[in-house]
């Protein structure tokens, strides 16, 4: 019940106001599963205390300790506050109510039903260049105001119920691996195409390079798996060829590869140039403010430059400090990596990983070109938590050497694979 209302009011855009503090639906929900998620999560109904969870609670930590140093403690509690609802809360909502296999797949459809009903909307907004679904929101209550919007290709760069464009290319983009192999695990090739059809337009709408890279980043994954689906080494080789053009680009460009990525994956040579300026002026910033960031102050750039920082895994750092930076990636990292490893599922759970892998490297690439707040952000921060529970699947098959690295050998009765699409045996990313 938690997790549907969750889901639910991060697509609600309504702000209630109390004294100081903006209340939105999703921070109600937060507020409110916060005893049962540290109940369940100390004792042990949650699996597991994992590296992950550790780094999330010290980010936290870390927040409060960075505002308190540059604004003072009374200051730092409401900010504080705020970032650990939004931070530890959403990422422990999911982290102890997706459990199983079931409930992972009921958020799925969940997401995909709602991006369904935001779907004919986006249409009429990228054409009538109305925003129909604030419209009919604020009716209620008050909403978050539509963005400034300049159209692209006689296009409206569709915002829906989001505070931006990027904001809702890169929720709704998110779930297009979910939707493939999770979803529409049982659907025949042409319901899971045209449901994924569905995502990717929707998505598309948004009309954002980054939004789009994490689109097909995710579409390549799907194909990689399945073209070379027979080949039990098939992410090594991946693995291989990434770090290959990582080192063709660090020898041949005179950019570096985040400035490289930046400059060459946008529609906007503007943007692509503004996101490089960020990325040299928030990297000095937050190694001239090491410890403790600026705090909510001016962080060192030309006075000509606007204050956006449109670049999640630095945002951290120049803010907080870079301790702070090095525990949201380690986080990300030390969910993702052990699940990636993850030895001994049986096939459907292989495709579900699979699908959680592609999701988190889909975040993981749009993080270096754009920022994420508010409901896009505790909506990353629940699906990070969302793979924990493929960590404590109980081994039911014992592995072959094509299900990882290390895997040793042994016999496995026949006739034991799935004949469902993807439900391949190596299918983690590592």
């Known amino acids: 019940m938690a997790v549907k209302a969750f889901i639910i009011c991060a697509f609600l855009p309504w702000l209630w106001q109390i004294g100081s503090v903006w209340i939105s639906p999703y921070r109600v929900v937060l507020i409110l599963a916060a005893v049962p998620c540290i109940f369940m999560w100390l004792s042990g109904r949650a699996g597991t205390i994992r590296a992950a969870d550790i780094s999330i609670c010290f980010y936290c930590l870390w927040c409060f300790i960075s505002l308190s140093v540059v604004h003072g403690v009374d200051a730092a509690l409401q900010p504080a506050g705020t970032m650990t609802v939004e931070t530890a809360g959403a990422y ?5 109510f997706i459990r199983t296999p079931e409930q992972f797949h009921a958020m799925s459809r969940l997401l995909f039903w709602i991006i369904v009903m935001i ?102 994954i799907l194909f990689w798996d399945r073209v070379f689906k027979a080949y039990p080494k098939r992410w090594r080789v991946l693995w291989i060829l990434l770090l290959a053009m990582y080192g063709m680009i660090s020898l041949v460009s005179n950019q570096s590869v985040p400035e490289f990525l930046m400059t060459h994956f946008t529609f906007d040579a503007a943007s692509a140039n503004y996101r490089t300026l960020i990325w040299h002026f928030g990297s000095g910033s937050a190694l001239n403010h090491p410890l403790f960031g600026v705090g909510f102050n001016r962080w060192d750039r030309p006075e000509w430059m606007p204050n956006s920082i449109d670049m999640f895994w630095l945002y951290h750092a120049v803010l907080f400090g870079i301790p702070a930076g090095l525990l949201m990636i380690l986080a990300f990292l030390m969910m993702v990596i052990p699940v990636a490893f993850k030895r001994g599922l049986e096939p459907r759970l292989v495709q579900y990983r699979t699908a959680y892998l592609a999701v988190m490297s889909g975040y993981f690439l749009v993080g270096w070109t754009v920022h994420f707040w508010n409901a896009t952000y505790v909506l990353f921060l629940f699906f990070l938590g969302s793979g924990s529970w493929l960590l404590d699947t109980g081994n039911q098959h014992r592995k072959t050497s094509r299900d990882g690295p290390g895997a040793i050998p042994n016999r496995r009765p026949s006739g034991r694979l799935s004949s469902r699409p993807y439900a391949t045996e190596s299918g983690g990313l590592l």
């Open 119 to 220: 779907f004919p909307l986006a249409i009429i907004e990228s054409v009538s260049n109305t925003n129909i679904s604030l419209d009919v929101f604020s009716t209620l209550f008050p909403t978050h105001v539509v963005a400034e919007n300049i159209p692209r290709w006689g296009l409206r760069r569709v915002q829906s119920v989001f505070e931006h464009p990027i904001l809702f290319g890169v929720t709704c983009g998110a779930i297009l691996a979910l939707v493939h192999l999770v979803v529409c695990e049982k659907a025949s090739p042409v319901q899971r195409w045209g449901a994924t059809g569905v995502v990717l337009v929707t998505a598309a709408l948004s009309l954002s390079s980054g939004p789009i890279t994490a689109l097909v980043v995710q579409i390549l």
């Open 92 to 96: 422990f909502l999911g982290r102890c």
